[in-house]
């Protein structure tokens, strides 16, 4: 299945991440990047850890879904959202139903492009209408300054601050960003 936008002659393509080679051995090679471990994640995976992190997003599911960005018909990034049930971090009182959001480009090449900022308004607009959710959100490492950015370019805001004690026994930060289904604008 392909999600289309175009964008300045260009396109940016969102297909579904599928159970072959090539597919996850793409997401391997870009979780591995120093460059990419370093801000997206709290640590570095191995391909098994990595493999397995995936492994939901391949089989049937109607909330969990991972995506594999095309920029020009090349592979370049991925993006996943999942149902996340209310907690205290939630900008919303109790009926209210949000997604969650991850996003990396995995391709260096094609960052500070706005990829990930319209593949961002792309899936937005695909999880509010499928799936009339009132919310998107994503945590984000305050120090990633790069994503912060482009969440909020997407249309995202910082909701919370928020620190806890990493696996390698740091203090992390990060931030609660939002986006509300009313704010979307297309």
Same mark, same amino acid.
């Given at each position: *299945? ?27 090679? +870009? ?18 850890? &990595? ?40 900008? @919303?009182?109790?009926?209210?139903? @949000? ?5 990396? &480009?995995?391709?260096?090449?094609? +960052? ?24 998107? %959100?994503?945590? &984000? *490492? ?5 994503? %912060? ?9 910082? +909701?919370?601050?928020?620190?806890? @004690? ?10 609660? @960003? ?9």
């Amino acid at each position: *299945m392909y999600i289309r936008r175009k964008r300045d002659f260009e396109s940016i393509d969102l297909r579904l991440l599928e159970d072959t080679e090539n597919d996850i051995n793409l997401v391997i090679r +870009w979780l591995t990047k120093p460059e990419i471990y370093n801000t997206f994640l709290e640590r570095r995976l191995n391909s098994k850890e &990595i493999r397995e992190r995936y492994d939901k997003f391949l089989k049937p599911s109607l909330y969990e879904k991972a995506y594999i960005i095309e920029y020009d018909r090349t592979p370049v990034g991925i993006v996943e959202h999942y149902y996340l049930k209310s907690n205290e971090l939630a900008p @919303m009182g109790e009926g209210n139903t @949000m997604f969650g959001i991850k996003i990396l &480009i995995g391709e260096t090449d094609y +960052w500070d492009n706005g990829i990930a900022s319209a593949a961002l308004n792309i899936i937005c607009k695909k999880v509010f209408q499928e799936y009339g959710v009132d919310y998107v %959100v994503a945590n &984000i *490492m305050k120090t990633n300054v790069t994503a %912060v950015h482009c969440f909020k370019r997407a249309g995202f805001k910082v +909701w919370k601050r928020y620190s806890f @004690m990493g696996e390698d026994k740091t203090n992390k930060k990060y931030l609660f @960003m939002v986006k509300k289904h009313y704010d979307l604008l297309f």
